[in-house]
Every structure is written in structure tokens, then in C-alpha cells.
């Protein structure tokens, strides 16, 4: 399964962004070999406004199956479900920390965004 999490480096050693649409890196991981490429979000640090959606609709240009992540707005929740994307929420962690509890199972998959639009 190929698996994003919201990163804030380029690393698996890196800390989970816990902002999905402002993230600084998505990684993505391929959940069976461990193999992970590191995808710079920096067109949407600064976005006045759409970075959940235009993150989104990268992280669905990935081929993305899942995302893991600390927040997820209204927008990106819509784009991601949409387009058929799980998405898990994971408190703080590393990134190969947030891999492993999604292996393990310990994290759910959410329904439904979990902060408003244009959360900093």
C-alpha cells in the first residue's frame, strides 16, 4: 500500500507535521518494503489560501492509498475521501513512528476533517 504521512523534513526520522495542507514534505511510503521518497509540499507553506486542496490533490497525484497526519481541514478531507483516500490522524510521533502504529492498527481512520479551514 502506498501511504503518506505529513512530514516535517524530508527523512523518516523527522517529526510528523501535524498540518496536512501546510506541510512542509509528504513521504511516501511503501507500507510492504519500507521503501519511502520524500515530496516537497513548499508551493503551499505560504498559500493564502487552497493549500488543503491543492495538497490533497497532490497527495492523490502520489497514487497516495492512505494518509496519516496530525490535522485535516474540511477542503482536503473532501478532495482526499473523494478521491478514495483513508485518512488516519497521529498525534505527535516520528515518521517512522506514525509507519509503525499505522502498521500495527493503532490508528483510525477518520470520517471526517477534525479542524476548521485556514488552521495555522
Same mark, same amino acid.
Given at each position: 500500500m502506498k501511504l503518506v504521512i505529513t512530514s516535517t523534513g524530508d527523512t523518516m526520522s523527522c517529526t510528523l +507535521?501535524?498540518?496536512? @495542507?501546510r506541510a512542509r514534505y509528504?513521504?511516501?511510503? +511503501?507500507?510492504e518494503s519500507g521503501d519511502f521518497k520524500a515530496h516537497s509540499n513548499e508551493q503551499n507553506l505560504q498559500a493564502a489560501q487552497g493549500a @488543503?486542496?491543492?495538497?490533497?490533490?497532490?497527495?492523490?497525484? /502520489? &497514487?497516495?492509498e492512505a494518509v496519516v497526519t &496530525?490535522?485535516? &481541514?474540511?477542503?482536503?478531507?473532501?478532495? /482526499?475521501?473523494a478521491a478514495g483516500i483513508a485518512i488516519y490522524l497521529c498525534g505527535e510521533a516520528s515518521v517512522a513512528e506514525a509507519l509503525?502504529?499505522?502498521?500495527? @492498527?493503532? /490508528?483510525?481512520?477518520? +470520517?471526517?476533517?477534525?479542524?476548521?479551514g485556514h488552521w495555522a
Open positions: +507535521d501535524p498540518r496536512f @495542507g509528504f513521504i511516501a511510503v +511503501d507500507t @488543503g486542496i491543492q495538497a490533497a490533490q497532490n497527495v492523490v497525484d /502520489l &497514487g497516495a &496530525g490535522n485535516v &481541514g474540511p477542503k482536503a478531507f473532501r478532495v /482526499l475521501n509503525e502504529r499505522f502498521r500495527k @492498527g493503532e /490508528l483510525k481512520a477518520v +470520517d471526517g476533517a477534525n479542524v476548521a
